[in-house]
């Protein structure tokens, strides 16, 4: 099957996407960001010794600089844990504010982390945010920034093309050992990374949100991916203080696949006026344990994210209906109301 996305043309090699997945895909999660003297050895044992036994650019790359590219609430996150766990990390995007204001978002949730990790120790607490943000510096220039990186993780617009853009460029800049991840939700990591030449130092490496508090990460191989890579991804993984898992390159990956069907459904079962959105949320959120309700979920993802994702494989499987477009959805994004991130999406929060 082939679809088109961008403007350029990919096959579609993902199997067929069904909505009639169990809907139970969200344990409820509040664990807690962490961070500890330990991790800050394995970062530096693996930097170190790991680095010193390679001989090959691709064997045993450990991390130790990242670079993250798109300053949202992904990004961002991304980058708050990094730093917090002894890596260099140099955050890129388009647009200046939005790093200046990423830079604010990752300040308070330090402050926020070491108020209760540090709760008895506030000398302490203060010196764990000074180092880790100092270990974050800024760029608008993803170009200039990547030559020493050992990763890159990209979090930007959930768009096939724009991604491949910015890979296809990197490529060519990134020095021969560098990793390239993706953290997209949903398109297919073998067609992001067809746009580069290092297809076995290239994977998928999916946080989920908020970052500092998610403890999963889905390490995505694709079939050219190559097990250092993987191994690699892993353990970084586990440095951040995550619990990784791995995933092939399928749609959706684990998590996804089961809940982008949950969360369209809601949003269908409120368009037909089965539920309100407030009912439908509670009912997720008493019945099932869920912290949030899949509606309240949807604007904390990003509604904008949400449409780009369905938009996708509804172009992958015309002829499912479940991805059909959905008409609330389409409204509130053309209105610019995005969820959270805008102060308004299926609910207000100004
Ligand atoms: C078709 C679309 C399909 C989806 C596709 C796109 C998405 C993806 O690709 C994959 C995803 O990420 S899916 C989303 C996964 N995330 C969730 O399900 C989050 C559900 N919500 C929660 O866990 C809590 O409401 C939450 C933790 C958010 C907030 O909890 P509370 O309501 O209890 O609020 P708080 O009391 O403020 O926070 C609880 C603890 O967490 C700490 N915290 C919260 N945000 C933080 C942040 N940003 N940084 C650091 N710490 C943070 C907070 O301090 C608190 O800690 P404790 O005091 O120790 O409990
Ligand atoms: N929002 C969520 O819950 C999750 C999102 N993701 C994925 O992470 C990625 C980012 O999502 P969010 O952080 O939510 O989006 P966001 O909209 O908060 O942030 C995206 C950022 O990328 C920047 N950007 C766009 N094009 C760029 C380019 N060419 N170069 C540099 N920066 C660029 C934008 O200025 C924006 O700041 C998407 O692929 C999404 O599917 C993955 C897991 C969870």
Request: with cysteine; aromatic share 6%.
């Amino acid at each position: 099957m082939q679809s088109v996305h961008g403007g350029r043309k990919v096959a579609a090699r993902r199997d067929h996407v069904t909505a009639d997945l169990p809907s139970r895909a969200r344990p409820s999660e509040s664990s807690r960001s962490r961070f500890d003297a330990r991790r800050h050895i394995m970062a530096f044992f693996t930097h170190h010794v790991c680095r010193g036994l390679s001989s090959s650019a691709v064997r045993n790359v450990a991390i130790k600089h990242l670079t993250v590219i798109g300053g949202g609430q992904m990004g961002a996150g991304i980058a708050q844990v990094a730093a917090s766990t002894g890596h260099s990390v140099t955050l890129v995007d388009t647009n200046g504010e939005i790093l200046k204001k990423a830079v604010k978002g990752i300040e308070g949730n330090l402050k926020r982390v070491a108020k209760k990790k540090f709760s008895d120790k506030p000398e302490s607490g203060e010196e764990f945010i000074q180092k880790a943000l100092q270990n974050v510096s800024t760029s608008t220039d993803a170009a200039a920034v990547v030559q020493g990186s050992d990763l890159v993780v990209e979090a930007i617009v959930e768009n096939l093309k724009v991604k491949q853009d910015i890979f296809s460029g990197l490529d060519k800049l990134a020095p021969a050992h560098t990793i390239f991840a993706s953290n997209t939700s949903s398109l297919s990591i073998t067609d992001i990374a067809s746009s580069t030449s290092r297809l076995d130092r290239f994977a998928g490496l999916h946080f989920f949100n908020p970052v500092p508090v998610m403890k999963l990460v889905e390490v995505i191989g694709t079939s050219a991916t190559s097990q250092e890579t993987l191994d690699c991804l892993l353990n970084f993984s586990k440095v951040l203080g995550k619990t990784p898992v791995s995933c092939k390159d399928t749609p959706g990956f684990i998590v996804n696949r089961l809940l982008l069907p949950y969360i369209i459904e809601a949003i269908r079962m409120y368009e037909r006026g089965h539920g309100s959105k407030e009912d439908i949320d509670i009912a997720m959120k008493l019945g099932c344990g869920y912290p949030m309700g899949p509606l309240e979920l949807a604007d904390y993802v990003g509604l904008d994210t949400m449409k780009f994702i369905m938009d996708y494989w509804s172009a992958a499987n015309p002829e499912n209906p479940s991805f059909a477009q959905s008409e609330s959805l389409n409204k509130l994004v053309a209105e610019g109301k995005f969820g959270k991130k805008t102060g308004e999406g299926f609910y207000k929060y100004k």
